[in-house]
């Protein structure tokens, strides 16, 4: 048992709220997975730039010169903004591959959590408030965003196991289910070149949506291309740059409501996830329907 939310906003005057408001769905979903969470957030492109979010387990010694020695060694300009257990280096999008090489060679200890030119992802083990504190998610802004609280059931709880995962640009999942089929998709999406770091279940969902649109597909297309390619059981909500989507397998047995107005589509494993937002007494609410793709772009 998992919580997920997710809110794509249509009206920017919302942006600065973004955080806050995806604060207050992920921590509603506490009794959900209390064993830990975390949370995408897009927002802050700046053209000809890419973010990677990278995590450690000893940020002050890991951090503190980082930025400096990574902009050394892919030479450019590379800055750093700590929060907490992860800092944000921004580089020129164009570095972004050499940046990647070069990281584990500068800090063993360190993850990527994601990489993008507008996403960046924060999760950590521990209570939904707690992580959402340790990052000030309530201050950021963005355009949209997905979060999910974890109950660990068939991997262990650990920072990596933590979702969302993020396996491709500004492309990110979280899912509440068990995929049955991801030990034999994992060995294929990693012949195909799929870099896929965990032994869990979701990454290999998220692996699995970066092959298909990297070979062409849309988000659409690829969320209903894995309604035949997956099997087991899921409810995912995806985000890429300019996208959000939400897919549920054919049986649909895990909880999900949907809520949209003008201003925003939010989406949570239970309506009590979307209370607290604005106009939701006017909203359309809806449960997603079984094997029914969703998706929404800016």
């Known amino acids: 048992?998992?919580?997920?939310?997710?809110l794509f906003l249509k009206d920017r005057s919302l942006e600065p709220r973004l955080g806050a408001?995806?604060?207050?769905?992920?921590?509603?979903?506490?009794?959900?997975?209390?064993?830990?969470?975390?949370?995408?957030i897009y927002g802050g492109e700046a053209a000809?730039?890419?973010?990677?979010?990278?995590?450690?387990?000893?940020?002050?010694?890991?951090?503190?010169?980082?930025?400096?020695?990574l902009g050394s060694v892919i030479e450019a300009a590379v800055s750093g903004a700590v929060k907490d257990s992860h800092i944000v280096l921004t580089l020129p999008a164009d570095k972004v591959a050499a940046a990647r090489q070069a990281l584990p060679e500068l800090r063993q200890g360190v993850r990527v959590m994601s990489t993008?030119?507008?996403?960046?992802?924060?999760?950590?083990?521990?209570?939904?408030?707690?992580?959402?504190a340790r990052f000030a998610v309530s201050q950021m802004s963005?355009?949209?965003?997905?979060?999910?609280?974890?109950?660990?059931?068939?991997?262990?709880?650990?920072?990596?196991?933590?979702?969302?995962?993020?396996?491709?640009?500004?492309?990110?999942?979280?899912?509440?289910?068990?995929?049955?089929?991801?030990?034999?998709?994992?060995?294929?999406?990693?012949?195909?070149?799929i870099h896929i770091e965990t032994e869990n279940d979701t990454e290999v969902g998220a692996?699995?949506?970066?092959?298909?649109?990297?070979?062409?597909?849309?988000?659409?297309e690829a969320l209903k291309s894995s309604l035949?390619?997956?099997?087991?059981?899921?409810?995912?909500?995806?985000?890429?740059?300019?996208?959000?989507?939400?897919?549920?397998d054919p049986i649909a047995c895990k909880p999900a409501v949907m809520a949209e107005t003008d201003q925003?589509?939010?989406?949570?494993?239970?309506?009590?996830?979307?209370?607290?937002?604005?106009?939701?007494?006017?909203?359309r609410v809806w449960e997603p329907e079984p094997a029914t793709v969703y998706f929404w772009n800016h």
């Not at 000809?48 to 979010?53: C, E, P, Q, V, Y």
Request: net charge negative; with cysteine; aromatic share 6%.
């Open 21 to 40: 408001l995806l604060t207050d769905m992920l921590v509603t979903m506490t009794d959900r997975g209390p064993d830990s969470a975390g949370i995408a």
């Open 228 to 248: 035949e390619d997956l099997d087991g059981f899921f409810t995912f909500v995806v985000g890429t740059k300019d996208e959000s989507g939400v897919v549920r």
């Open 1 to 6: 048992m998992c919580g997920i939310v997710g």
């Open 48 to 69: 000809g730039s890419a973010k990677l979010t990278v995590q450690s387990d000893d940020p002050q010694a890991d951090f503190a010169t980082l930025a400096e020695e």
């Open 116 to 132: 993008g030119a507008a996403m960046e992802i924060y999760k950590e083990v521990g209570l939904p408030r707690d992580v959402a």
């Open 142 to 193: 963005g355009s949209h965003g997905i979060g999910h609280t974890r109950m660990a059931t068939e991997s262990a709880v650990t920072t990596l196991g933590a979702h969302p995962f993020s396996t491709g640009l500004d492309q990110c999942l979280v899912h509440n289910g068990s995929l049955s089929n991801h030990n034999a998709l994992r060995r294929k999406l990693r012949h195909e070149g």
């Open 264 to 283: 925003y589509v939010a989406f949570g494993s239970e309506y009590r996830a979307l209370v607290n937002l604005p106009g939701i007494e006017t909203a």
């Open 207 to 220: 692996a699995y949506l970066t092959w298909k649109m990297q070979t062409g597909s849309s988000l659409g």
